[in-house]
C-alpha cells in the first residue's frame, strides 16, 4: 500500500524560481527519504531526514518534517532545467529500516 | 556508495516465455531488493533478496511467478515467469551498504515490453 502521497502531482516552472513540493504519509516513521528518478533512469537517493529532526540542507535542497501533521516537504531552490525529472518521497515502515514504501511521485519540468 | 548495474536494459519478450533480469553491484551491499515500476506510476517491492536463502516476498508476489536468487553479496537475479502483458514495466535492482540502512542505490532498470 502506498505510505507517502506527494502533492502537487505535477510542476511546471521557469528555471530560477524555487520548487516546492509535499508528501503526507500514514504511519509512523524513523526517516524519510526523497529521491530523484531521471526519465528512464534508476532513482538517486537526495536527502533523508530523521524523524527527530525538524529541517535539513544539502546543497539547493532543504526538506522539513513535520511529524504532527504526517507531512515533509521538498524545496528545491534556484531551479535549473537539469533538475526536471520525477520526485519520490519514501518511507521505511517502522523496524524496518531498509524497505522502502514509495510516494506516487511529483514530475517536475523547469522551463529554460 | 555502491554502482548498481542490470542486464538487460530492455527486452521485448512474447507472452507466455521468462526473462532472467541480472543486477551486479561494485561492492558488497547487505541488503538487496526488487521493485516494479509500472507505466507511470510509483515503485512497489516484489522482494527482499536473501543471501543464500529464498527471497522475502511481499503481499501479491509469489516466488512461482518472480524467482530470486542472490548467491554472493553482490549479485542477484528475478525471473518473470510465464509473461502476461500486465507484466510489462520498469523492473528495478536496489541494494544498501554494509551497515544495511539508508540510503538505497538503484539500479538502472530493466524496461519490460511484453506481447
Known amino acids: 500500500s502506498q505510505q507517502g502521497e506527494e502533492d502537487p502531482q505535477a510542476l511546471s516552472i521557469q528555471e530560477g524560481e524555487n520548487a516546492t513540493m509535499n508528501c503526507s504519509y500514514k504511519t509512523s516513521i524513523n526517516n524519510l527519504q526523497w529521491y530523484r528518478q531521471n526519465s528512464g533512469r534508476g532513482l538517486v537517493h537526495l536527502i533523508l531526514?530523521?524523524?527527530?529532526?525538524r529541517e535539513k540542507h544539502s546543497g539547493r535542497l532543504r526538506v522539513t518534517l513535520d511529524t504532527s501533521k504526517k507531512s515533509s516537504s521538498l524545496l528545491i531552490t534556484a531551479s535549473r532545467a537539469a533538475d526536471t525529472a520525477s520526485y519520490f518521497c519514501?518511507?521505511?515502515?517502522?523496524?524496518?529500516?531498509?524497505?522502502?514504501?514509495f510516494g506516487k511521485g511529483i514530475t517536475l519540468s523547469v522551463r529554460p | 556508495s555502491a554502482v548498481i548495474s542490470q542486464k538487460p536494459s530492455r527486452d521485448i519478450c512474447q507472452r507466455g516465455t521468462s526473462l532472467t533480469i541480472q543486477c551486479q553491484v561494485d561492492?558488497?551491499?547487505?541488503?538487496m531488493f526488487w521493485y516494479r515500476q509500472q507505466p507511470g506510476q510509483s515503485l512497489t517491492l516484489i522482494a527482499t533478496?536473501?543471501?543464500?536463502?529464498?527471497?522475502?516476498?511481499e503481499s501479491g508476489f509469489v516466488i512461482d511467478k518472480f524467482p530470486i536468487s542472490r548467491p554472493n553479496l553482490t549479485f542477484s537475479t528475478l525471473t518473470v515467469s510465464n509473461m502476461s502483458p500486465e507484466d510489462s514495466s520498469i523492473y528495478l535492482c536496489?541494494?544498501?551498504?554494509?551497515?544495511?540502512?539508508?540510503?538505497?542505490?538503484f539500479g538502472p532498470g530493466t524496461r519490460l515490453t511484453v506481447l
Open positions: 561492492s558488497q551491499v547487505t541488503m
Open positions: 531526514i530523521r524523524s527527530n529532526e
Open positions: 519514501a518511507t521505511p515502515p517502522a523496524g524496518a529500516n531498509s524497505k522502502l514504501t
Open positions: 533478496a536473501n543471501q543464500g536463502s529464498e527471497a522475502t516476498y
Open positions: 536496489s541494494g544498501t551498504g554494509l551497515a544495511g540502512g539508508p540510503p538505497q542505490y
